[in-house]
């Protein structure tokens, strides 16, 4: 810990706790947290893409308070405090899109608020967070929101594409106009399920790229 | 000494007052854009069971749109009681459909807007009920018939996305447009959601939700107890007009 200290900012070692929750570590294809938000709300980009942001947001933000506290939290509540602080910022974010995005926040409807209970967050904060500098913790934080946000995006792009035949709202399909020649948007695409299906062929096709991923027998 | 009672005492309550001070400041802060958001999202789904506004998504000023085509078409807005006798005094879109469910129907302020275009008028009652979640809520479009529904617009607090939450998609709300709330006898019988599949369509029935029953019980309940409430008002205007 006192040598981390000494890092500088964007040293090799720092840069590794932003960069290994996209790949090697990442919260959902490899670790198989936060997978019900990401079933939930990827049927269209636009809320996977907030819920992205806001996820990134709470999580940095909680990284950081937790560590800052680290040294004052009382060993045995320190799971209420880091509720109350991912509680907190969750609400935060909840009212900023009631204000300012209010279809968005419409649309997210309860999956704001199930930020909170996001295995994710709460397992940074405990295992990294709270026995680490704000530094590293703000971006091991934003490191593993961005290793959910991605998969997010990823899969509500192709759930988007395929089953409403749209992306953001603009009609795609119908623009390159592919539906005159028999072209069908693939309504199971929207249903949970697929959603799943997707996250596996994602994993799948990262695993086949990076072979250090596949389990020993 | 970090673990002594005392000080995880002081923690835990420096901690909460902390907490809800920032949290209530913002709060605070923002109520006023919250607020107007939801005056607007009102108007609009008014101006959405008429189907108007249709440009919403376009406009250049969102909300300057909306209240422009709100003067435009609803023109008259009205309260009235159980027995159908108008309540002077009262806004009716000043009235919470959710606080006036629980009274007894006896005591409830029943809120009327008034549409018109080229094609005839409209009456708007606005309807509140519980879902799975949540509360859920809509407008209901009837003809200048009193009868026959023109077009609603449901939606919901916290239902289910894909499930659920699906009562408020066209395809669940199209299925409305048309259907009666009395039958022959001119007897209220309000309009069903079913499982889809276990009766035969009417008119006085719709499809519910593949997996969101009880969202779908749940405007079932909304439609037979907020419209109920204004049948002696139905009954009475369809009189005058026969």
């Known amino acids: 810990m006192s040598e981390s200290g000494k890092d500088p900012l964007f040293s090799g070692k720092n840069m590794k706790l932003l960069s290994t929750p996209l790949n090697d570590e990442n919260p959902i294809t490899v670790q198989v947290l936060g997978i019900c938000s990401a079933l939930a709300v990827t049927a269209m980009l636009e809320p996977a893409v907030v819920l992205a942001i806001a996820v990134v947001a709470v999580m940095g933000a909680a ?7 680290r040294n004052t939290i009382p060993n045995r509540i ?25 279809d968005v926040s419409r649309q997210l409807s309860v999956f704001v608020g199930l930020i909170i209970t996001n295995c994710i967050i709460m397992g940074r904060l405990e295992a990294f967070a709270l026995s680490n500098k704000p530094w590293p913790s703000f971006l091991d934080g934003i490191g ?13 792009f192709f759930r988007e594409l395929l089953g409403s035949g749209t992306l953001w709202g603009y009609p795609v399909m119908e623009t390159l106009g592919v539906y005159n020649f028999g072209y069908e948007d693939n309504g199971f695409m929207i249903l949970p399920p697929m959603a799943l299906i997707t996250v596996g062929v994602i994993i799948w096709v990262q695993r086949s790229r990076n072979r250090k991923l596949i389990e020993s027998k | 000494m970090k673990d002594s009672n005392t000080y995880i005492f002081i923690y835990a309550s420096v901690m909460v007052v902390v907490v809800a001070a920032v949290l209530s400041a913002v709060s605070t802060l923002l109520k006023p854009y919250q607020d107007l958001n939801i005056e607007m ?68 302020n029943l809120p009327v807007f008034v549409g018109r275009d080229e094609a005839g008028e409209y009456f708007i009652i606005p309807v509140y009920g519980r879902g799975l979640w949540g509360p859920v809520f809509g407008y209901v479009a009837l003809e200048d018939d009193y009868n026959t529904i023109f077009g609603v617009i ?47 369509l009417d008119e006085h029935r719709v499809d519910g939700v593949s997996g969101g029953t009880i969202t779908g019980r749940g405007v079932d309940e909304m439609l037979r107890d907020t419209l109920g409430a204004y049948v002696e008002y139905f009954r009475k205007q369809k009189n005058q007009e026969s």
């Open chain 1, 63 to 69: 990284n950081v308070i937790i560590s800052l506290l």
């Open chain 1, 78 to 102: 320190r799971i209420i405090v880091q509720l109350v602080v991912i509680a907190s910022l969750v609400i935060l974010v909840d009212q900023i899109l009631q204000a300012f995005l209010y």
């Open chain 1, 144 to 156: 593993n929101a961005a290793g959910y946000g991605w998969i997010l995006i990823v899969v509500g």
């Open chain 2, 41 to 108: 999202a009102r108007k609009l789904d008014i101006l959405r069971s008429i189907e108007k506004a249709e440009g919403v998504a376009e406009a250049d000023n969102r909300n300057a749109y909306i209240d422009e085509e709100y003067d435009k078409y609803i023109v008259d807005s009205y309260v009235i009681n159980h027995l159908g006798e108008i309540q002077e005094e009262i806004d009716a879109f000043g009235v919470m459909v959710r606080e006036e469910n629980r009274k007894p129907v006896e005591e409830r």
């Open chain 2, 154 to 200: 449901f939606d919901h607090e916290s239902e289910t996305p894909g499930l659920g939450a699906e009562i408020s998609t066209a395809a669940f709300e199209n299925q409305f447009k048309g259907k009666k709330l009395f039958d022959e006898d001119n007897e209220f019988v309000s309009i069903q959601v079913i499982k889809p599949g276990t009766v035969p």
